[in-house]
Each structure stands twice: as C-alpha cells, then as structure tokens.
C-alpha cells in the first residue's frame, strides 16, 4: 500500500493545484465579493468534489485512458509529475494553464516515450472538445443572462431580498459546479492511474447500499487531495479571481458559474450522454476539459450579451495560445522526466 | 431566517422613503398655509417636519446598523447607503427651510406670492419623483431612468422660478427697501434648493443604476 501512496503522490500534488487553483474558478467570484464566506465555499466545494469524482468521474477518465493506457504504476507517477510539473513552472512564469492540457500532453509524451500508436481519434475528440468548450459556455451564458434579466425585470424583486436570492443560488451553482469540476477534472488527476493501479484496491462495501470499485476508490482519494488544496491555497487565488480579474455583479457571477458549471458537467456526465444516445441526440464527448477556460469562456459571453463593448482579444488569444503550449511542454517535461526516472532510478515506466 | 431578516429591511427602507414623500408634502402645505397667513398651522407644520427629520434619522441608522451587522449586499452596500445618506439632505433642507420661515417671517408680497407657491409646487415635484426614482432603484432598475429625467425637469423649472422672483423683486418697484429685496431672494434661494439637493441625489443615483444593471 504505502508504494502505491509514493507513486500515487505525483497525482495527488496535482490534485492539490486542482484545487487550490480550480475551485477558485468556481468559487472566485463569490468569495471575493463576499456574497460566500469562505469557509462556507470550501466545506461545500470538498463534499460536491468527491462526490462529483466518484460518481460520475469514470467519463472523462475513460478518453484518456484510451490516449495512453498507461501500464505501469512508475509510468503513471512520471507522467502525473510531468503534468504537474508543467503546471507548476507555467504558472510561475504567469501563462495560461489548465490541468486538463498538462495531463494530455504528459500522456502524449508518454507515447513518444513508449512507442505507442497515439490513438488519434481521441486526440482530435479532445482537442475538438478544447475549442468547443469555452464557445459553449459563452453561448450558454449569453441564453442565462437573457432568461435572468427578463426574469428579473418581470418579477420586480427588492434589492435586499434579491441579495439573499443571489447568495442562495450562488451557493447552488457553486455546489453543481464544484460536482461538476469533481467529476470532469478528477481525470487529471487519478485518470493516468487507472490502468496501473486500481487493480490493487480491493471493493469495499458500505454495508450492502453501496459499493465503491477500485477506480472509484482511486478517485476518493484524488478528490481528498483536491480538497487539501481547497482549504489550504485557493483563498488566496478566490480572492485574485473575485476582485481582480473579472468585474462581475453577484447576479453575472452566477451565470458565469452556472454556465461554466453547465460545460463541464456536459462533458463528464455518462448519464447524461447515455440519455441524449437513447433519444438518438447528438452527444457530448467525454473530455476533461479547462475550468478557467470555461470560466473566461462565459464572461466572453456575459460581455457579448451586453453588447460586445468589454470583449478583451487579447484574452482569446491567450487562451488560443494555452491550447497549443500546455500539451507541448507538458509532453516535452514528460519524455525528459520518463527517461530520467527510466534510466537514473530504474523503473519501468512502460 | 435569511428572507425574514430582508423583509424587515425592505420595510426600513419602504418607510424611509415614504417619509421623504411625506416631508414633500407637509413643506408644501406649510408653505401654503404660510402665504395664506395662517401662521398657526404652518407652524404645527414646522413641528411636524421636525419630528419626522428626528424619526428618518433613527429609521436610516438602523438600515445602516442592519446591513453592516448582517453582511448584506456587500456589493452595492456603500450605494444603498450613499443614497440614503444623501437622500436625507432633502429632508433636511425641507426642515430648515421651515424653520428658518418661522425664525425670519418673511413680508408676504401679493405680487410674489403666486410665483413662491409655484416654486415650492416645482421643488417638491423633483422630491416626488426622486422619491419613485429610489423605490424603482431597489425593486425595478430600469424604471429609474424615466423619473430622473422628471427630476431634473423639475429642478430645472424651479431654477426658472426662482430667476423670475429674483428679477421681480429687484427690477419691480412695489419692494422699496433693498434688505426686503435681499429677504425675498434668499427664500427663493432657501425654496429651489430642495428640488437642488433632489438632483444631487438624482445624479448618484444615476451612477448606482449602471453599477446595478446586471
């Protein structure tokens, strides 16, 4: 158990940034403007990340394994380490950076390293979904801002009740999207791991109502790590996130949130996939995609539903920019990292 | 617990607001009664305004004391303040204005004093309307627009007014002394300065509007 622990640390120092960084994408808003305590925000993002993690995690997880089904525990510890490393040194050199593009680009570094085929129709599913996703929520937080404003230009709320309203419906978006990051994003995290490592958990059972598999146990405990990272570093990038970066009203908070909430849980809900195949809709695929970006997406949105005059190019561009630079750093850290811990500390990695 | 804790602030402001509608409407009746010589009401009048001035006052603390203590509308908490903050200026200038009638009693001029009630009718529409314009700030942001427009009409017209009285009582001859002239230009003055602080209210709150709209 406790080699597992080691090897398992890479991923779970990613799950720690995860959350320290992407539960301030969720929460940012409402903390810094004081609507949400903090407190309050990190209790409630812990609970809904696990369970978002465990009960609708495999999803997403599943696309990546099919990228790189990484065989060894060593590989998925190097691989892991590499995303995180990426991370770390991109956010320190202040780019832009998603957890969700390391993680692809270590695992296609792992590839190159191991000769495998890169399965490209999983490549393209993801890299499709990349682009997808930060349009979807701007699209989806133009149609909320619309609904809401018709609302509340029809049901003529008083500003102090208004405000008790917005901090409750807060909390609940905050709560759908922390389930959602849970379930989109512990991919990042465990998803490397899968293959390698769930294996040697045993089920357990919760006295016949439930029974938590390997993968799900795997899960568990990287959505420990994310909460770790929650409550011990995102106050500080909440409040960056709620006073800084964006100027939103507590109202278009909410439809930022519940927007981004929306795009990520489209992207990682098997049920909902299995229920749009069953009408014979057309599905979304399940992809670990960028929180951030789903964020900036439907500011983007918020702005354009005002009239286009706030709309910032510079930060489509970065965005742009982050799609191709996280994944090739990542996969370059990855190769180096694999052949170091290969060769100088004799592991398999492949 | 959290929408019982609103509605007793709503109720606050509600009857704050209506309290500078009813400062309107006592300072015009009592400016009436003061042109028609009945010196006895207008001063139950003056009393009246005060007791009413006192009371907004207890009535803007605690809105104060609630929002602070309970953490409300952190994001617009300043504004709500700023508004009624300022929005007490007008109940105030209505009650000095009175005060200052009962301290000086100015010479009521015939030839002048259908232009006084006139501009005491024009001040406290601005009141009026401002007074819609802060009830539509909290529950129906995008009627405000429209009754700020009426306030500045009305301050506007009460600018007009007060000219008019001024170039009376100095370009006419029935004011023989220039003290009386004097007297005469300082109430015009006292008068249009309510429908002055209505749009010095209606100017921030025009500003509080944009940072509100979503």
Same mark, same amino acid.
Request: avoid cysteine.
């Given at each position: 158990?406790?080699?597992?622990?080691?090897?398992?640390?890479?991923?779970?120092?990613?799950?720690?940034?995860?959350?320290?960084?992407?539960?301030?994408?969720?929460?940012?808003?409402?903390?810094?403007?004081?609507?949400?305590?903090?407190?309050?925000?990190?209790?409630?993002?812990?609970?809904?990340?696990?369970?978002?993690?465990?009960?609708?995690?495999?999803?997403?997880?599943?696309?990546?394994?099919?990228?790189?089904?990484?065989?060894?525990?060593?590989?998925?510890?190097?691989?892991?380490?590499?995303?995180?490393?990426?991370?770390?040194?991109?956010?320190?050199?202040?780019?832009?950076?998603?957890?969700?593009?390391?993680?692809?680009?270590?695992?296609?570094?792992?590839?190159?390293?191991?000769?495998?085929?890169?399965?490209?129709?999983?490549?393209?599913?993801?890299?499709?979904?990349?682009?997808?996703?930060?349009?979807?929520?701007?699209?989806?937080?133009?149609?909320?801002?619309?609904?809401?404003?018709?609302?509340?230009?029809?049901?003529?709320?008083?500003?102090?009740?208004?405000?008790?309203?917005?901090?409750?419906?807060?909390?609940?978006?905050?709560?759908?999207?922390?389930?959602?990051?849970?379930?989109?994003?512990?991919?990042?995290?465990?998803?490397?791991?899968?293959?390698?490592?769930?294996?040697?958990?045993?089920?357990?059972?919760?006295?016949?109502? !439930?029974? #938590?598999?390997? =993968?799900?146990?795997?899960?568990? /405990?990287? @959505?420990?790590? +994310?909460?770790? &990272?929650?409550?011990?570093?995102?106050?500080?990038?909440?409040?960056?996130?709620?006073?800084?970066?964006?100027?939103?009203?507590?109202?278009?908070?909410?439809?930022?949130?519940?927007?981004?909430?929306?795009?990520?849980?489209?992207?990682?809900?098997?049920?909902?996939?299995?229920?749009?195949?069953?009408?014979?809709?057309?599905? !979304?695929? #399940?992809?670990? =995609?960028?929180?951030?970006?789903? /964020?900036? @997406?439907?500011? +983007?949105?918020? &702005?354009?539903?005002?009239?286009?005059?706030?709309?910032?190019?510079?930060?489509?561009?970065?965005?742009?920019?982050?799609?191709?630079?996280?994944?090739?750093?990542?996969?370059?850290?990855?190769?180096?990292?694999?052949?170091?811990?290969?060769?100088?500390?004799?592991?398999?990695?492949? | 617990?959290?929408?019982?804790?609103?509605?007793?602030?709503?109720?606050?402001?509600?009857?704050?607001?209506?309290?500078?509608?009813?400062?309107?409407?006592?300072?015009?009746?009592?400016?009436?009664?003061?042109?028609?010589?009945?010196?006895?009401?207008?001063?139950?009048?003056?009393?009246?305004?005060?007791?009413?001035?006192?009371?907004?006052?207890?009535?803007?603390?605690?809105?104060?004391?609630?929002?602070?203590?309970?953490?409300?509308?952190?994001?617009?908490?300043?504004?709500?303040?700023?508004?009624?903050?300022?929005?007490?200026?007008?109940?105030?200038?209505?009650?000095?204005?009175?005060?200052?009638?009962?301290?000086?009693?100015?010479?009521?001029?015939?030839?002048?004093?259908?232009?006084?009630?006139?501009?005491?009718?024009?001040?406290?529409?601005?009141?009026?309307?401002?007074?819609?314009?802060?009830?539509?700030?909290?529950?129906?942001?995008?009627?405000?627009?429209?009754?700020?427009?009426?306030?500045?009409?009305?301050?506007?017209?009460?600018?007009?007014?007060?000219?008019?009285?001024?170039?009376?009582?100095?370009?006419?001859?029935?004011?023989?002394?220039?003290?009386?002239?004097?007297?005469?230009?300082?109430?015009?003055?006292?008068?249009?300065?309510?429908?002055?602080?209505?749009?010095?209210?209606?100017?921030?709150?025009?500003?509080?509007?944009?940072?509100?709209?979503?």
């Amino acid at each position: 158990m406790s080699t597992i622990i080691i090897f398992l640390s890479s991923g779970l120092f990613l799950g720690w940034s995860l959350g320290a960084n992407d539960a301030a994408n969720v929460w940012g808003t409402a903390v810094g403007t004081r609507m949400v305590s903090f407190k309050k925000a990190a209790l409630v993002a812990s609970i809904f990340i696990l369970l978002g993690a465990v009960i609708s995690g495999s999803g997403a997880s599943h696309t990546l394994g099919k990228l790189g089904a990484i065989n060894e525990l060593a590989g998925a510890f190097t691989v892991a380490l590499a995303a995180a490393l990426s991370v770390f040194w991109m956010t320190k050199a202040a780019l832009p950076v998603s957890t969700s593009q390391a993680i692809v680009g270590a695992i296609i570094g792992w590839n190159l390293f191991s000769g495998s085929v890169i399965d490209m129709k999983a490549l393209t599913k993801i890299l499709g979904t990349w682009i997808f996703s930060p349009i979807l929520s701007a699209v989806v937080a133009i149609i909320l801002y619309f609904i809401i404003s018709s609302i509340l230009k029809h049901w003529k709320i008083h500003l102090i009740r208004l405000d008790g309203m917005t901090r409750v419906a807060l909390l609940a978006a905050g709560a759908f999207g922390s389930y959602s990051l849970g379930a989109n994003n512990i991919a990042n995290v465990m998803g490397v791991f899968v293959h390698s490592a769930s294996g040697m958990f045993t089920d357990i059972s919760f006295g016949g109502l !439930f029974t #938590l598999n390997g =993968v799900q146990q795997l899960f568990f /405990i990287g @959505g420990i790590a +994310i909460a770790v &990272g929650v409550f011990t570093y995102s106050k500080r990038v909440m409040m960056t996130v709620g006073s800084g970066i964006y100027e939103l009203t507590p109202i278009t908070a909410f439809i930022v949130v519940l927007s981004s909430s929306i795009v990520l849980f489209l992207f990682a809900s098997k049920g909902l996939q299995n229920l749009l195949i069953s009408h014979n809709l057309p599905s !979304f695929p #399940l992809v670990p =995609v960028s929180s951030s970006q789903s /964020i900036v @997406g439907a500011v +983007i949105g918020i &702005g354009i539903a005002k009239g286009g005059k706030n709309l910032n190019l510079k930060v489509l561009g970065r965005i742009s920019a982050g799609w191709v630079a996280t994944p090739v750093i990542a996969a370059a850290v990855a190769f180096i990292t694999l052949f170091i811990v290969q060769n100088v500390f004799s592991q398999v990695v492949y | 617990m959290l929408f019982n804790r609103a509605k007793s602030i709503e109720s606050s402001i509600d009857k704050y607001l209506e309290n500078i509608l009813t400062a309107g409407l006592i300072f015009e009746s009592g400016i009436k009664e003061y042109f028609e010589n009945k010196f006895e009401k207008f001063e139950e009048r003056t009393k009246e305004i005060q007791k009413l001035e006192s009371e907004s006052d207890e009535i803007r603390r605690e809105i104060k004391y609630k929002l602070y203590k309970e953490l409300l509308i952190p994001d617009a908490r300043g504004d709500v303040l700023g508004l009624l903050e300022t929005l007490d200026n007008v109940i105030d200038t209505a009650e000095m204005v009175m005060i200052r009638f009962s301290i000086e009693k100015p010479t009521i001029w015939p030839e002048l004093k259908d232009d006084f009630l006139e501009l005491t009718s024009a001040s406290v529409k601005s009141v009026f309307e401002l007074v819609s314009a802060s009830r539509a700030f909290f529950r129906e942001i995008t009627k405000v627009a429209d009754s700020l427009i009426q306030v500045h009409f009305w301050e506007h017209e009460a600018d007009k007014i007060e000219e008019r009285i001024m170039r009376k009582a100095f370009e006419g001859t029935f004011i023989a002394e220039l003290s009386q002239k004097v007297h005469m230009r300082y109430f015009a003055e006292r008068i249009s300065m309510l429908a002055d602080e209505a749009e010095d209210v209606a100017d921030r709150l025009d500003i509080y509007t944009i940072k509100r709209s979503i």
